[in-house]
Nanobody
Framework: QEQLVESGGGLVQPGGSLRLSCAASGFTFSSYTMSWVRQAPGKGLEWVSDINSGGFSTYYADSVKGRFTISRDNAKNTLYLQMNSLKPEDTALYYC?????????????????????WGQGTQVTVSS
């Protein structure tokens, strides 16, 4: 059974850091482009970052560029998102999602069902 499980969310003050993790199982993790997407209350799904299947190419939304770093460990079937200099506007439910192959179209997806697999999300709240 294919599964993605996010962890690492929480409450942090503005300027703080968090590291999200996403553990994958039940599918060939190394064959998938992996993405982080988020959804703030009352807003639509927002693509945050993605990394190609081999981990050599990374992409970021302008809103997080220079503050967030995506990485993956294919030996451990795990995806990461290091988030630094967090802002209140980063508050959202963060999902990891998988799309088969090296698919740049993920940056234009507007719904989780467009991905092959997605997790249940982890809440990130940035507030003083």
């Amino acid at each position: 059974q294919e599964q993605l499980v996010e962890s690492g969310g929480g409450l942090v003050q503005p300027g703080g850091s968090l590291r999200l993790s996403c553990a994958a199982s039940g599918f060939t993790f190394s064959s998938y482009t992996m993405s982080w997407v988020r959804q703030a209350p009352g807003k639509g799904l927002e693509w945050v970052s993605d990394i190609n299947s081999g981990g050599f190419s990374t992409y970021y939304a302008d809103s997080v560029k220079g503050r967030f770093t995506i990485s993956r460990d294919n030996a451990k079937n795990t995806l990461y998102l290091q988030m630094n200099s967090l802002k209140p506007e980063d508050t959202a439910l963060y999902y990891c999602a998988a799309a088969y192959g090296d698919d740049s179209a993920v940056r234009y997806y507007t719904a989780l069902y467009e991905y092959n697999y997605w997790g249940q999300g982890t809440q990130v709240t940035v507030s003083s």
